[in-house]
DNA sequence: GCGGACGTTGACGCGTTCTTGACGGGCGGG
DNA sequence: CCCGCCCGTCAAGAACGCGTCAACGTCCGC
């Protein structure tokens, strides 16, 4: 499982950050300021870092440099400030990447996917085939025959959620609870629109899915 | 590294556990109360949670039924209390184990590492195999020689409960507690009619039953 | 401001599942 | 031999969950 650390003062974008990546099956780990995120980083390698420039005691270039003395680590940088300065110094400094708050988390997802990639870290491509349809998590791509087919930010987190676990049962409140979030572990109204606009896009006969599979009252699988 | 969330109100359990724990390498996190273990399992998926059910807030049972909506996730509970009807209780909505304060800490990290073991980690499939028929309790998932056999979730309940117990006998009364709840105790017609349907759908001979064995008068038994 | 894409809600029909009552047969005791 | 108990079986109505549709609100780009 792909490693990542997220470093930032503030606790309410780690807990975000941390949610959304662990939605899509990363391992995560936080760190508030940099002195501990130097120590995860020298404890166990992620194979990427999330990096806030403005930290309370070390200032995020001043960890980006220490820690390019010893690992090539893919580093996408996070920073509140507009100047463009920091983000020069960042990239020279080994930065992979930059991202500008307040940052579009489906932005963000896709630049630690690329540095993972371009790291040619964990580089299993991250695909499910089924029939002429195919499914690449990593680069949100869905193809039918060949075909581009668009899916929404909402129907590509469910169906992450789902490949990611590939012929395994998935609870309608696991689902709910990792696309939603906690106060929606009831609403299983959503699931029953998103599948169906899901099996509309992506399966043969939408109305007899092969892929999208109910166990009424339960969950769903991905069939492959 | 295994991830432990413990939870109780008394600080000085949680420090024992917490040294003791961190001692066997395990990473582990504390909550005080209901809702900020609730909070933590939200963000980051602990692999096993000790849980203390006499909380400030929330009852230890709510919060083990507000996490089983959406996670199975191992957990082990702790109480002070002696009667055996919260135990039960616990155990119905869940749980995987039981300790009673005051414990023995060899004890209790006995029945982590086993509750750990048994969630296979990862994943150890929870299968009880007999003949060409296989029962997968955690994926939900039977099959017979090799085909998918639907079982809706009352059936599956009854499954569940004599696969827990394999072997062993488990008598009418326990079975409507757990699948219809307490005020079932009586309705043995409901065993009668869903044994019948378990056993049309998973028995070679379902008037000749070799899996779901009836005791007269007493229960019903899971034969492998 | 206008239109489109997307997310959120409520309503409805349909198939499945649950509940409930009734019936018959095997078995043991009176 | 008859009776009662308990189990397996069946069937029918009720309740429920799911798929589907349509309407509405919001956000964003044009």
């Known amino acids: 499982m792909t490693f990542v650390l997220a470093v930032d003062d503030d606790p309410a974008i780690l807990r975000t950050l941390s949610i959304n990546l662990r939605a899509r099956g990363y391992d995560v780990e ?3 300021d940099g002195r501990s995120a130097l120590q995860i980083i020298d404890e166990r390698m ?9 930290l309370p005691d070390l200032d995020g270039v001043a960890v980006l440099k220490r820690l390019r003395v010893y690992t090539q680590v893919p580093v996408v940088v996070l920073s509140a400030r507009h100047e463009s300065d920091d983000k020069v110094e960042a990239l020279d400094e080994g930065a992979d990447d930059y991202v500008t ?3 579009d988390m489906e932005e963000l997802l896709a630049r ?8 040619g870290g964990d580089d299993a491509p991250w695909v ?9 998590v990593r ?24 490949a990611r676990r590939e012929g395994r049962l998935v609870r309608q409140g696991e689902l709910l609870h990792e696309v939603w979030g906690p106060a929606y572990d009831r609403e299983t109204n959503y699931l ?3 599948l169906a606009q899901i ?8 109305s007899r899915p092969t892929m999208f599979i109910t166990d009424p009252g339960i969950g769903y699988r991905l069939v492959v």
């Open 192 to 194: 029953r629109v998103y």
């Open 128 to 136: 499910v085939e089924s029939g002429d349809v195919r499914l690449d």
């Open 112 to 119: 630690v996917r690329a540095a993972i990639r371009r790291s």
């Open 46 to 54: 992620p194979d990427v870092v999330i990096l806030d420039l403005g």
């Open 30 to 32: 936080t760190a508030g």
């Open 139 to 162: 680069e949100r791509q869905a193809t039918r025959a060949g075909a581009d087919v668009r899916l929404t930010p909402t129907e590509w987190h469910i169906v992450e959620v789902l």
């Open 199 to 206: 099996r509309r896009k992506l399966e043969q006969d939408p």
């Open 101 to 103: 708050k307040p940052f």
